[in-house]
């Protein structure tokens, strides 16, 4: 099958992640395909070191002419059959050049639940030129029908992950030798892009509780984003500078969740949270919000602790609890590992979109080899 990937992402954030793990998976079944990045992303260098048959591609805009010219020749010589597009600024680019190229069939991913805007650039992108959107949780795919798009064209495939990090990162004390941290202080991370739909700012409200009930808590904040300044400000103003720690980006997440005692996710909106996965990975118990596609991860009591989102004191009680309840939280941890390796492997996440290209191959009557 000629098969092209596009992931337009600068950043290496969930989705970016996502469209690794897929082109890994692709290759090691020996798909033939080509993978086409942002040059000096971390995508592209993650990519070129797996070995994969990656290809930098400037796209400077949705705008980029020259990018869809190039495109289009690459789909024409390489006689390309289906395009995936994985995140939203490809589509544009990539769709201009399928059509040029007559590539047949066209694929899109979409990893958030914010319903679609209401426009022709939006309608465009998620229109009938696009034959099948791969959503990954059923939150998502709600959104999507809500937001007008045939159910018929969405197939719902859950994120997957590689294990292998997570369970050679084992050592408890990392972070607390890194920073400082006494013995018996309990810490509670989150791994996030710092932006407003992640709710950061009422888990930092909810530090404020934790601080006066239980000092010996410590929040550990990973990730970069527009909100850093402002949020920094925020834990001043709440005077819990002193026990919220924020690290920026990190290259060494399992080592970090490996040092963690408790995950949480404080999204106001949520497609379905890839980190909950790492998370469950590292056997940790969680405290997340009910939002999006998050509940068909997080199974309340049962893996984790669901909130509403928006509540900060809702939010510290579910952290107090697990803290007081350590037993509780050891057996939250000890099921959502078993729940991700039974269910959110990357493998499994590859099989499923290619029984996704396969199945739409046979419907238009395409050949793939």
Sequence with gaps: MSLIQIDAGKEWRGGQRQSFFLARELARKDYPFSFYV???????IKSESAGLPVVPLRMKSEWDLAAVL???????????????????????????????????????????DFPLKQNVFSRRKYGP?????????????????????????????????????????????????????????????????????KGHKYLIEAADILKSRAPQIKLVIVGEGPLRMELGKLAKKTRVEDIVYFLGFREDIPEILGSLD??????????????????????????ATRVGGIPEVVRDRETGLLVPPKHSGRLADAILQ??????????????????????FSAAAMAGKIIDVYEDLARKKGVDLD
């Design 70 to 112: 190039r495109l289009t020749r690459a789909m024409r010589r390489r006689r390309c059959r289906l395009v995936h597009f994985h995140e939203a600024h490809s589509v544009t680019i990539g769709s201009a050049a399928a059509g040029l190229a007559g590539v047949p069939m066209k694929v899109i991913s979409r990893r958030v």
């Design 38 to 44: 942002q040059p000096e992303s971390p995508l592209h």
């Design 129 to 197: 030129n696009v034959d099948v959107i791969v959503a990954i949780s059923e939150g998502v795919k709600k959104v999507l029908i809500e937001s007008g798009i045939e159910p018929g064209r969405i197939k719902v495939v859950p994120s997957g992950i590689d294990f292998s990090p997570f369970e050679e990162a084992r050592d408890s004390d990392y972070l607390k030798r890194e920073l400082g941290f006494a013995p018996d202080d309990y810490l509670v991370g989150i791994v996030a892009h710092l932006a407003d739909h």
């Design 322 to 343: 697990l803290y007081g309840d350590r037993e509780l939280a050891r057996r939250l941890g000890k099921r959502g590992y078993e729940l991700v390796h039974g269910k």
């Design 262 to 287: 408790l995950f949480v996710l404080s999204s106001k909106l949520e497609g379905m949270g890839s980190s909950l996965l790492d998370a469950m990975a590292s056997s940790l118990p969680i405290v």
